[in-house]
């Protein structure tokens, strides 16, 4: 009786111990602790668009769907003029799912625009309605404020330590011109330019004046996992 009671014993703590084994593994892979993330990326679409520019930006996952990202450019370049400008991207994001299908997750999110351009330079200008020209010297700033829906597609950055970002959005922005050229002074249209002259030039040097406009965006970033 006491060699059956102390197997009865050793059998119950063998029982207890496994079954303790197995609800510590199931709660190992029903609760796998969230890693918060940071993500180093750069945009390259950035450099293709009518002003290019410089611009990085920082991935900040904090919670397993949630995202917040921060992206600054300066512009450097213009077609038509000198030019330089800062462009700021501000975003919330939530990811679809908390794991990834195939190595890619999807995500939605919503981004906040604010761009300040000054143009600057010597050109010849049309007065009058073409009556002659004038050489000028010109100063023209623009200040932009948008809002935009996106759609995104990314890859697993939980497992790797790259990071692909590829998004597309339509919205609205809303831009405010303040420069000095004189309302009825517009560029000498050569063949060559006109196309540039009028999308990025003409319509930016108002005197004081404002429009809204829809906004669209296709970019791609590549970056690494910082942390």
């Known amino acids: 009786m006491k060699y059956k009671l102390l197997k009865n014993c050793v059998l119950s703590t063998l029982s207890c111990l496994l079954l303790y084994n197995i609800a510590i593994a199931q709660e190992v892979n029903e609760k796998t602790p969230f890693l918060q993330k940071v993500i180093i990326k ?50 919330l994001k939530l990811y679809l799912s908390e794991n990834a299908k195939r190595g890619r997750k999807q995500y939605i999110s919503t981004e906040v625009l604010y761009k300040y351009v000054r143009n600057y330079g010597t050109r010849n200008f049309w007065r009058e309605g073409g009556a002659y020209q004038e050489r000028l010297d ?27 970002d590829l998004a597309f959005g339509i919205g609205v922005k809303a831009t405010y011109y303040n420069g000095n050229v004189p309302t009825d002074a517009s560029l000498n249209f050569d063949d060559n330019e006109f ?7 003409n319509r930016g040097l108002r005197s004081i004046d404002h429009e809204v406009l829809p906004n669209f965006l296709l970019s791609l970033q590549i970056g690494f996992v910082a942390h």
């Open 42 to 91: 750069y945009s390259l679409s950035s450099h293709v668009d009518g002003e290019p520019a410089i611009q990085p930006a920082v991935e900040y996952i904090f919670k397993p769907r949630v995202a917040i990202q921060q992206q600054l450019g300066y512009i450097y370049s213009s077609p038509v003029s000198n030019i330089w400008g800062i462009r700021s991207r501000s975003e």
């Open 138 to 164: 010109f100063e023209s700033n623009r200040s932009t404020i948008g809002f935009m829906p996106k759609i995104g597609l990314t890859n697993d950055v939980s497992t790797k330590r790259f990071a692909v």
């Open 195 to 201: 196309l540039f002259n009028e999308i990025f030039f």
